[in-house]
T-cell receptor, first 118, second 113 residues
Framework: AQKVTQAQTEISVVEKEDVTLDCVYETRDTTYYLFWYKQPPSGELVFLIRRNSFDEQNEISGRYSWNFQKSTSSFNFTITASQVVDSAVYFCALSEAYGSGNTGKLIFGQGTTLQVKP | EADIYQTPRYLVIGTGKKITLECSQTMGHDKMYWYQQDPGMELHLIHYSYGVNSTEKGDLSSESTVSRIRTEHFPLTLESARPSHTSQYLC????????????FGQGTRLTVV
């Protein structure tokens, strides 16, 4: 069965601190995709990154970086030098290529609320 | 910036009323989805569509129904709203192909009193 777990419900940091959001997933598919989305107070989900199961290369985009490790089924997200504007709910999600019949549906984790205080 | 729109943004309605939540996208995407977001934040798929005249139920059972008469339009209807339907409803679309990212609307926050 597919499952995504974000064990951290809420994280509170002070501006300029580094913060890591954890994501652990379960799937039987050998081909799958992992995503991170940000949900600001306005409500829409904003796409941050996609990783396919064959690409374990870590990625950095500005202050954001992602660490994908198949051996531990984890896809963690780090924000370096956090800012108040980073305050939001962050979701990790899984999409299977074949197990879901290639519907493209997303299986979401429970979300982590990040609060960055000035 | 995503071109997917949901109306209304907020809706408070009485029990037993029929409601339709609108979702439109201008990106020409074939796949569209409705997710329900609980107060505790987790999102669950309730409906999806591969294209015109295609609709399927998602993982979470829902009393709502959907239609897909035009590529760009994917409305969700509740024939008789109940307080248990109070939730946030998010519409999304993706291009065809595996692992393509989903674009989301801003959501409709529905309250049934």
């Amino acid at each position: 069965a597919q499952k995504v777990t974000q064990a951290q419900t809420e994280i509170s940091v002070v501006e300029k601190e580094d913060v890591t959001l954890d994501c652990v997933y379960e799937t039987r598919d050998t081909t799958y995709y992992l995503f991170w989305y940000k949900q600001p107070p306005s409500g829409e989900l904003v796409f941050l990154i996609r990783r396919n199961s064959f690409d374990e290369q870590n990625e950095i985009s500005g202050r954001y970086s992602w660490n994908f490790q198949k051996s531990t089924s984890s896809f963690n997200f780090t924000i370096t030098a956090s800012q108040v504007v980073d305050s939001a709910v962050y979701f990790c999600a899984l999409s299977e290529a074949y197990g879901s019949g290639n519907t493209g549906k997303l299986i979401f984790g429970q979300g982590t609320t990040l609060q960055v205080k000035p | 910036e995503a071109d997917i729109y949901q109306t209304p943004r907020y809706l408070v309605i009485g029990t037993g009323k029929k409601i339709t939540l609108e979702c439109s996208q201008t990106m020409g995407h074939d796949k569209m989805y409705w997710y329900q977001q609980d107060p505790g934040m987790e999102l669950h798929l309730i409906h999806y569509s591969y294209g015109v005249n295609s609709t399927e139920k998602g993982d979470l059972s829902s009393e709502s129904t959907v239609s897909r008469i035009r590529t760009e339009h994917f409305p969700l209807t509740l024939e008789s709203a109940r307080p248990s339907h109070t939730s946030q409803y998010l519409c999304a679309s993706t291009q065809m192909g595996q692992g393509t990212e989903a674009f989301f609307g801003q959501g409709t926050r529905l309250t049934v009193v």
